[in-house]
């Protein structure tokens, strides 16, 4: 037995020695992990970072407002009267330039869209949305039919009145 416990003592500290071994190299293998998961997280960021302000730098959009349409609309038991202001919205402000010179035909396309609306139609909660995308596509259309140009990206109803 005296042989026995001089073995185990013997390997005591080559068992210890092994265990730190393992340890040292488990904490150190993931510190380099938590470091290079850092780095790259770091780097996605910056890039991201650098993506926005190139975003932010070529798409600021240009507006060209488009001043007091006023239309007669037709009502259930009487004529209806409605203003309204818009601005067009481009990223590109030649396509803006392109409008400016077919500004008759875009104010034309814009009247006859909303002398074809009733009253009642656009007296209703949330007729916002679908009039700005209707008076986009009007506009969009003549554009392309006159210039072969998209004109605009989106319509913006500044003011709206109806009486």
Known sequence: MNDEVKAT?????????????VVALAGGGGWWYFQQQAKQQAEQQL???????????????????????????????????LMLELSLMSYNQKQLDTVQ??????RNAVITLLSD??????????VMKPLQLALRGAIQTVMSD?????????VLITKMVIQ
């Open 9 to 21: 003592k013997s390997k005591l500290p080559l068992i210890i020695a092994a265990v730190v071994l």
């Open 47 to 81: 890039a991201l970072a650098e993506s926005v302000s190139t975003a932010a730098l070529v798409k600021k959009p240009v507006f060209l407002p488009l001043t007091k349409f006023v239309v007669s609309i037709p009502g259930d038991d009487r004529l209806h009267y």
């Open 117 to 126: 609306q009733h009253y009642n139609d656009l007296a209703q909660p949330g």
């Open 146 to 154: 006159m210039a072969n140009s998209n004109g605009i990206d989106q």
């Open 101 to 106: 010179e077919y500004m008759p035909v875009v």
